[in-house]
């Protein structure tokens, strides 16, 4: 980059009003900075960009439960659109970590590794790179929330239904496999303990 008298002369700002706003870029991870060399621009990535936001917002369990909110209206709504564009190999990838999915749940093994991939995987064909950091951040979220000792109860029936999402795309039911996708959410709380996306029995009955 620029050195700051650079930046003041083009830009034509104070060496303070510079130096201001490359620490506020460094601290969102645009800007690197090394003892003895001049800054290097990083560029701006939407997902690393969230969750060091979400660091400063405070890792809360209200917060992991917004996110899961936002997760399910997009997904459901950008669904339709992705699954026409997703290829035979796509459609094999993700019915294979569907099924991965179940197996390590009837081990009582968790499967929140693979989920992230599924999730990711099938909207991937929007390339809609804020909607894949949005995924990202609510996993970053959710692991940060759990103590190293926490345990997730891993539901196969739960799993199972990711694959129940490919059969429907797969038969050409784009309707049916919204549906899917929905109850799958909906299901998301019998995965994780009540206390920790602040959901009761009555709010998902």
């Not at 936002?70 to 564009?85: D, G, I, Q, Y």
Request: aromatic share 6%; with cysteine; charged share 30%.
């Amino acid at each position: 980059m620029p050195s700051e008298a650079q930046l003041c002369q083009e830009l034509d700002a104070g060496r303070q009003q510079i130096r201001e706003a490359l620490s506020a870029l460094e601290a969102l991870g645009i800007v690197a900075s090394r003892q003895g060399a001049r800054r290097t621009w990083k560029g701006f990535d939407l997902s690393s960009f969230l969750r060091r936001t979400t660091g400063l917002l405070g890792e809360s369990d209200e917060m992991l439960r917004d996110l899961l909110e936002v997760r399910h209206a997009l997904e459901k709504s950008m669904l339709p659109a992705a699954a026409h564009k997703l290829a035979r190999a796509d459609l094999v990838r993700l019915r294979a970590l569907s099924r991965e999915m179940v197996i390590l749940a009837e081990r009582g093994e968790s499967f929140e590794v693979l989920d992230e991939q599924f999730h990711r995987a099938l909207l991937a064909p929007l390339a809609n790179s804020a909607l894949d950091a949005i995924l990202q951040t609510f996993w970053a979220v959710f692991r940060a929330t759990r103590n190293d000792d926490e345990s997730v109860a891993e539901d196969p029936e739960i799993a199972a239904m990711h694959e129940q999402v490919i059969d429907a795309i797969e038969d050409g039911d784009i309707q049916r496999a919204v549906y899917e996708l929905d109850r799958h959410f909906y299901g998301i709380r019998n995965r994780f303990p009540d206390e920790v996306l602040g959901f009761s029995s009555a709010a998902t009955a």
